[in-house]
């Protein structure tokens, strides 16, 4: 059975950090790229960041960039995204998500439960 | 950015009725679209990516249609289990999200 768990989340100052953590099983973590996708209170969804299986491309909404930064370990199965210099409007749930298509970009067939980052003073 | 718009942002419909939504993409995505169902307090749920490809044990009732800058959900006869929030997902450059269409009981 495949299980995405995410973790990491909580109540952070503006400005400050955090990193999230996502770890991974019941498939071949190392062959699908993998994604960070967030939901704002009572919002729609927004795509974050992905990372290919190697972890050698990596792409992100330009809200972050250079702000935020993905990784990942095949070793452990696990995904991580480091957030830095966060902003109220980071606020929501952060869910880790993957592709159906080994190697290649399609939609999200199994998604964590999602972490809330909050970003309040 | 490519930009994904969901018409209409509500769509009122009875039990046992066809529902219609439709997502547009601001410049061609090709086949690269997907539509997920989200209900309150869960996590999206795949339904169709390549824009006709049903994902893994999604009923028949949900079929997807359309490519270039045109899609289409269509649920043949809304059962109970479907009034949730649905959104359009392109794939092509990198990834965006339409606003979503809620699909709420008439």
């Known amino acids: 059975e495949v299980q995405l768990v995410e973790s990491g989340g909580g109540l952070v100052q503006p400005g400050g950090s955090l990193r999230l953590s996502c770890a991974a099983s019941g498939f071949t973590f190392s062959s699908y790229w993998m994604s960070w996708v967030r939901q704002a209170p009572g919002k729609g969804l927004e795509w974050v960041a992905n990372i290919k299986q190697d972890g050698s491309e990596k792409y992100y909404v330009d809200s972050v960039k250079g702000r935020f930064t993905i990784s990942r370990d095949n070793a452990k199965n696990s995904l991580y995204l480091q957030m830095n210099s966060l902003r109220a409007e980071d606020t929501a749930v952060y869910y880790c998500a993957k592709v159906t298509i080994p190697d290649s970009w399609s939609g999200f067939d199994y998604w964590g439960q999602g972490t809330l980052v909050t970003v309040s003073s | 950015e490519i930009v994904m718009t969901q018409s209409p942002a509500t769509l009122s419909v009875s039990p046992g009725e066809r529902a219609t939504l439709s997502c547009r993409a601001s410049q061609s995505v090709s086949s690269n679209l997907a539509w997920y169902q989200q209900k309150p307090g869960q996590a999206p749920r795949l339904l169709i990516y390549?824009?006709?490809t049903r994902a893994t044990g999604i009923p028949a009732r949900f079929s997807g249609s359309g490519s270039g800058t045109e899609f289409t959900l269509t649920i043949s006869s809304l059962q109970s289990e479907d009034f949730a929030v649905y959104y359009c997902q392109q794939y092509n450059n990198p990834f965006t999200f339409g606003p979503g269409t809620k699909v709420d009981i008439k």
């Open positions: 390549g824009a006709s």
